[in-house]
């Protein structure tokens, strides 16, 4: 299907067709309605990464032509799983829907120590720094990171969001980040409102 | 656990009604060494250190059945260092394997390890034969062989998210990888109960079931299961605390007996889904209640999961999954007390 979705869109763009609109009203609305797939259980993790895919490589020929029609970002969105976790399923879905959503997105992987979120920062100045974290052992690198942002002079530069599956709004309060979204389907919503 | 603890569990699985409700918990390297005052580093590393962590929590609590024991491990790193995976051990945070398939081509070359030199576990083996005399003249016996399950397996080896897509783009690589788990699996549980006779038990600790839907389930996750779970021991005992929604149905099929869920999924729903056929370990929740609640909301949530119960049989009061980092002593005599209510 990621190698089909490719393919698609590469003959969409041959033929002349506006790479904005293709993936405004069709690559998000197919992953808006993945999303509502999965929150009422009919599609699972397998589908969702699936279509995270399919978007990623149906991106592909697409960027270059939105980066040559000037086409303004959403914003910058840096994004890591924390230090010590090595789950990224959370963080894939999430860096799909924000890459679709027109959004800029410096992806550094899993296991990312806070210093890496500092340099980054420092170095790309980006809008958000998105954090995901799928344990509980690990959640505790979320506020590591905080703390490191404040040490380091660089969290008023960013708007700090966190999300993955033991998470809560009531922790993302309890460590100071701007936000949380309990679903990948909420990260664009979740991103233009810290930025507004 | 003692024979006493024990001989309740078997009854329990019998169906039997225990009063007062016994609690149990799983313990190990994310609450044990902080509840110690200890690094993790040094509780994964001196045998000393881990036993006496243990046994404070065994004579802190004598009331509490924990489960499985004096669980020898080293997190996440245990059985993927059997497959050469680079493990890696921060001071004092938990430890993690990289992967060691970076594409599914690699997945022809696996070799199935040898339990017995390969990894840490001989290293695992060793840390309890030296305790096994200490642990018994505690009135403990080692009762349980553990280990991931082979889902959870697969993905530390080749990434979560690499392993959940290949189901699909490459299912027979995949079936493949998880052949040569199972197989390697079957060895390792197998000589842990040949190492320790009085193993009467197997736990198994794979989330990764609840991230498929059913239909992947039956596929990738039922036959692996089934052929593991199909051994001659009383305690069959599963660790998910991933969504089961989708996979508790068959956990009776697949043999096994006592269950340790998450949260997503109610007691009466999760009984109702199974027949009624599994012991569960459980449910309150362990991070926003056990570890983050004051003494007060851990009874009141007891309180709670009694009255939602109805039907004591076939339950062991605990916390959704393990027990968590950051869990007080208050919290743990809390939960005990309103046990015995």
Redesign the interface.
């Known amino acids: 299907m990621p190698r089909l979705a490719k393919a698609a869109a590469e003959r969409v763009v041959s033929a002349g067709g506006d790479p904005l609109k293709l993936v405004q009203d069709f690559m998000m609305s197919a992953m808006a309605e993945a999303g509502r797939r999965f929150e009422s259980n009919e599609y699972f993790v397998p589908e969702l990464l699936l279509a995270a895919r399919a978007m990623k490589n149906a991106l592909e020929p697409i960027r270059p032509l939105l980066a040559a029609k000037s086409t303004q970002t959403a914003g910058c969105v840096v994004i890591g799983t924390v230090a010590g976790d090595l789950h990224d399923i959370g963080k894939n879905l999430v860096v799909a829907m924000l890459e679709g959503a027109g959004f800029e997105v410096l992806d550094l992987g899993v296991n990312v120590p806070p210093e890496k979120f500092i340099q980054t920062i420092k170095e790309k100045t980006p809008n958000i720094v998105a954090m995901s974290a799928l344990l509980t052992t690990t959640m505790p690198a979320m506020k590591t990171t905080i703390d490191a942002m404040k040490q380091a002079g660089v969290r008023d530069q960013v708007r700090v969001v966190i999300g993955g599956a033991p998470i809560t709004q009531k922790y993302a309060d309890e460590i100071g980040a701007d936000g949380y979204a309990g679903t990948a389907s909420g990260a664009v919503p979740l991103a233009k409102r810290v930025m507004s | 656990m003692t024979d006493r603890q024990w001989n309740d569990l078997l009854a329990v699985l019998r169906g039997e009604v225990l009063r007062p409700l016994p609690v149990g918990f799983i313990i190990d390297c994310?609450w044990l060494p902080g509840w110690c005052g200890m690094e993790v580093a040094d509780y994964l590393s001196s045998e000393t250190l881990w036993f006496e962590a243990n046994r404070k929590a065994i004579e802190t609590f004598p009331e509490a059945w924990f489960l499985p024991g004096f669980w020898s491990e080293f997190g996440m790193c245990t059985e993927p260092s059997a497959f050469g995976a680079r493990c890696v051990f921060?001071r004092n945070?938990?430890p993690?394997a990289?992967?060691v398939i970076a594409s599914v081509d690699q997945i022809a070359e696996l070799k199935t390890p040898n339990p017995r030199t390969d990894g840490l576990l001989p290293f695992m083996l060793n840390r309890l034969r030296w305790a096994r005399p200490q642990i018994e003249e505690l009135g403990h016996k080692i009762r349980f062989s553990v280990s991931r399950g082979p889902l959870n397996v697969a993905t530390f080896l080749m990434?979560?998210?690499e392993f959940?897509?290949a189901?699909?783009?490459d299912p027979e690589p995949a079936h493949r990888l998880l052949r040569v788990i199972t197989d390697f699996l079957k060895q390792w549980h197998a000589l842990q109960r040949e190492t320790f006779p009085t193993i009467d038990g197997i736990l198994m600790l794979d989330d990764i079931v609840g991230?498929?839907?059913e239909k992947?389930f039956i596929e990738f996750g039922l036959p692996y299961f089934r052929e593991l779970y199909d051994v001659n021991v009383a305690v069959k005992f599963f660790h998910n605390d991933?969504p089961c929604?989708?996979s508790i149905k068959f956990y009776s099929e697949i043999g096994i007996n006592l269950y340790n869920p998450g949260i997503q999924t109610s007691l009466t729903e999760m009984r109702q889904l199974s027949g009624n056929r599994l012991v569960i370990l459980g449910n309150v929740p362990?991070?926003?209640v056990l570890?983050q609640g004051t003494p007060d909301d851990v009874r009141a949530a007891v309180k709670k999961l009694l009255a939602e119960a109805k039907d004591p049989s076939r339950l062991i009061l605990s916390c959704g999954?393990g027990v968590?980092?950051g869990v007080t002593t208050e919290n743990m005599r809390a939960f005990l007390e309103a046990a015995q209510l």
């Open positions: 994310p921060p945070e938990f993690f990289e992967k990434g979560a998210t959940l897509m189901i699909r783009t991230f498929m839907g992947d991933a929604a989708k362990p991070r926003d570890a999954g968590p980092p």
